[in-house]
């Protein structure tokens, strides 16, 4: 991989020698340069570059005349136009290397840039800005980049990574992520990259926001994705797009963990191991009766999990439907309100807590010989802050994140992962 390292700051020139990008916002006099220094003129006038000058220019979207070799850049953050219109507009140039880079907001974008690459024969680099864009920038063989880009300091683009990081991962590192629609409040990227650096894998989990999982298939194929975690709220509307279920998927009916085994994609469920991992020493005797409140995906891992683990479930929520659903591919009790006091086992798999308020579905008069878990993992929610003051025994939501994650680790790199070094970046 060939980075060349960008800085956004006189002060964080640190004289390493290769590919360097200079802009002229940032510098007041130009260190020493050679054929592998690319300077960016960021508005300023072409004068300021010395006369001797061997490397680029980037004059940004002007194609102004001038005697040094260029780049001539387009960049779009609002959005990324069609493989064609990206064609098109890096084209119209007749500059030594033409560079594109465009704000990427879903894995329809990743596909049109792929596809772009495909179809430009000039010299080119083609980029996508943002959370997922970042894969762009650690696949330049993929996509037939001249060079790719690392900042030295501080990012000088959103999605940018270090030069130091990218020079280390290269172009065959194995790229693993999650994908949801807002995922500011993710937990899995510490978590995964801990473990990731404790098993000295050459390998990064990445975030993909997207609003929708359109062309998530030929992403992950076309940039070489081993895996993907998968959250609200595409769990289920990516069942479509796998060749193959595990049996687990199947039964859940939700998809959290993909892999990509050589092009070939396989949907699994990782979340019942999760809840049984947050369980394994807690669990009651075989005959234990646990509610399950809430009708989603999580609930229905929930449900897996306590029968895998000899339970009498009941199911509980206001979607008459949903709830009737799981009810019936189950085979447990569904009800659109329980009473907490008729179960040894409470577990809340609603939003609540989360980013949203409301009433459970259950009567909750609890006692101190139940047992609480909440699947909201990141704050103490209403049903958590009732146990502490009843003294029930309370299971945290950031095991069954670290039991779900540590079995999603084992599929992607056939190892497992270290549960202490997720724990630890956690917590």
């Not at 939501?397 to 039991?403: A, F, K, N, S, V």
Request: contains cysteine; glycine residues 10%; negative net charge.
């Amino acid at each position: 991989m060939r980075v060349c390292a960008t800085y956004r700051s006189s002060k964080d020139d640190d004289g390493r020698k290769g590919c360097r990008e200079y802009r002229l916002d940032a510098f007041d006099t130009l260190p020493e340069t050679d054929d592998e220094t690319v300077i960016t003129l960021c508005g300023k006038d072409i004068s300021l570059v010395p006369n001797d000058f061997t490397g680029l220019v980037d004059v940004g979207d002007y194609d102004i005349p001038c005697g040094f070799k260029k780049i001539v850049s387009h960049h779009d953050f609002e959005g990324t136009p069609s493989s064609e219109e990206i064609v098109s507009i890096l084209n119209s140039n007749g500059a030594e290397v033409t560079k594109g880079a465009f704000s990427v907001n879903s894995f329809m974008d990743l596909v049109s840039i792929l596809e772009a690459s495909k179809t430009l024969s000039r010299r080119h680099v083609l980029l996508g800005m943002g959370e997922t864009g970042t894969v762009t920038r650690l696949r330049q063989r993929i996509l037939g980049n001249e060079f790719t880009f690392g900042y030295v300091g501080e990012p000088t683009a959103p999605g940018q990574l270090s030069a130091d990081d990218m020079e280390a991962l290269g172009d065959d590192c194995s790229i693993v992520g999650i994908t949801g629609n807002l995922l500011g409040h993710t937990r899995s990227p510490a978590m995964q990259n801990a473990a990731i650096m404790t098993a000295g894998l050459n390998a990064i989990y990445l975030k993909f926001p997207s609003a929708d999982v359109d062309g998530l298939r030929e992403a992950m194929i076309g940039y070489d994705i081993r895996g993907m975690n998968v959250t609200i709220p595409h769990k289920s509307s990516v069942i479509e797009q796998m060749d193959s279920l595990s049996k687990t998927a199947e039964s859940i009916g939700a998809v959290n963990t993909i892999i990509n085994e050589n092009g070939k994609l396989i949907g699994d469920n990782t979340d019942s191991k999760g809840v049984i991992f947050a369980f394994r020493d807690n669990i009651p005797d075989v005959g234990s009766k646990a509610l399950i409140m809430g009708s989603g995906g999580a609930a229905r891992a929930a449900a897996h999990a306590m029968l895998e683990m000899g339970c009498e479930v009941t199911v509980s929520g206001r979607n008459k439907e949903t709830v009737s659903a799981i009810a019936k591919e189950f085979s447990v009790t569904g009800v659109s309100k329980a009473d907490a006091m008729d179960h040894d086992i409470i577990i809340n798999c609603t939003p609540i807590g989360m980013e949203s308020t409301g009433t459970y579905p259950a009567e909750l008069s609890l006692k101190n010989d139940h047992i609480v878990f909440d699947a909201v993992y990141n704050r103490i929610t209403p049903l958590v802050e009732q146990a502490q003051r009843t003294g029930c025994t309370i299971l945290k939501g950031l095991d069954m994140l670290i039991g779900q994650g540590a079995e999603s680790f084992r599929l992607w790199f056939e190892t497992d992962a270290s549960t202490d070094a997720m724990r630890k970046v956690l917590e």
